[in-house]
């Protein structure tokens, strides 16, 4: 994927086999395949690669899932991810977000190539339930606890997802520039509340202002 290579069609059906899902479930580190995976999203061809994982059946040795994930996870997730990923891949080229640092373009593949398992959760030890994408980089991958847990929004794939989720419900109003039932969406009161305090010289703030602004401040 990095070099734009095309594998050999022996290789694609000897890499796909059951023998090397087996090999790649059971003897490499997790460690060790959350460091490539790393490198592939973070290379010049994430879409070829995650699209490989695919091909090849190995997306779901990879990003293994818990076994009692809720709704369980469909045997064509990779073909889904891989269009989320392939989707934020080329919005990235666009000169809006071409800005992104590294770190940056690293989360928001991430995000995207998530994006389907957002609702997906387990049930841990104490039967709490956990978003699947915490266990995915904690456990799968093995990497950094600050990608998958909540805190700091712009260092988190699950805050982005959240943030995501509270976007998609002002686009309605974004499109129509109506006035947008504000009231039913909890979570943009105490913002709203924050950006009315400061604005002393126009406290009637019309609702079309409202809806920019929370698409503005980060959440």
């Not at 090999?23 to 061809?45: C, F, P, Q, T, V």
């Not at 809720?70 to 990923?85: F, M, R, V, W």
Request: hydrophobic share 40%.
């Amino acid at each position: 994927a990095r070099f734009g290579f095309t594998l050999d069609e022996e290789l694609k059906q000897d890499a796909s086999s059951e023998e090397v899902r087996v090999a790649l479930g059971e003897k490499i580190s997790r460690e060790r395949i959350g460091n490539e995976i790393d490198l592939m999203i973070s290379g010049n061809g994430p879409v070829s690669a995650v699209t490989y994982l695919s091909d090849l059946k190995l997306f779901g040795v990879v990003f293994a899932f818990p076994s009692s994930s809720e709704p369980a996870p469909s045997e064509d997730c990779g073909s889904l991810c891989k269009a989320y990923l392939e989707a934020m891949w080329s919005l990235i080229q666009t000169p809006e977000l071409a800005k992104f640092n590294g770190e940056q373009r690293r989360l928001a593949l991430y995000a995207a190539l998530f994006l389907p398992f957002r609702k997906t959760v387990y049930k841990d030890n104490k039967g709490k339930l956990i978003p699947d994408v915490n266990h995915i980089f904690k456990f799968s991958l093995k990497r950094k606890t600050s990608d998958a847990e909540t805190g700091k929004p712009s260092n988190m794939i699950i805050n982005i997802h959240r943030t995501t989720e509270r976007f998609l419900s002002l686009i309605h109003s974004l499109e129509s520039k109506s006035g947008a039932q504000l009231d039913n969406l909890d979570w943009a009161t105490d913002i709203l509340e924050h950006w009315k305090s400061i604005s002393l010289d126009d406290p009637e703030i019309p609702e079309t202002s409202k809806i920019r602004v929370l698409t503005c401040i980060p959440l």
